[in-house]
Nanobody, 127 residues
Framework: VQLQASGGGLVQAGGSLKLSCVAS????????ISWFRQAPRKERNFVAG???????TYTEAVKGRFTISRDNAKNTVYLQMNSLEPEDTAIYYC??????????????????????WGQGTLVTVSS
């Protein structure tokens, strides 16, 4: 399974970016998928997650600004990021869990629950 994340870049505060995560070698239509981010010298943190039926969960810091979505026909998950802030600067990673078990929101937040990770895409927000 390979996850290819893209869409990162340099943007001014208040701007928008849309990240994509394309899966190959595995169909993600039934999977739980999330985006995490890791800022310099900080640990990797949960950003947003989406379940098989489209149920979503977000970390408080991005609620109302970020939207996670999926296109199963394209085997792709997206993260639309609006009203970006310098604090959003980080490498963004997509992660996939094929588990069929039901998850609480807390389950999405744990990196150890994911089997596959993308290589990351850098988002830099200037002030």
């Amino acid at each position: 399974v390979q996850l290819q994340a893209s869409g990162g870049g340099l943007v001014q505060a208040g701007g928008s970016l849309k990240l994509s995560c394309v899966a190959s070698g595995h169909t993600i239509s039934a999977d739980k998928i999330s985006w995490f981010r890791q800022a310099p010298r900080k640990e990797r943190n949960f950003v947003a997650g989406i379940g098989r039926t489209g149920t979503t969960t977000y970390t408080e810091a991005v609620k109302g600004r970020f939207t996670i979505s999926r296109d199963n026909a394209k085997n792709t998950v997206y993260l639309q990021m609006n009203s970006l802030e310098p604090e959003d600067t980080a490498i963004y990673y997509c992660a996939v869990s094929p588990t069929t078990q039901s998850w609480y929101a807390s389950n999405y937040r744990e990196p150890a629950n994911y089997d596959y990770w993308g290589q990351g895409t850098l988002v830099t927000v200037s002030s």
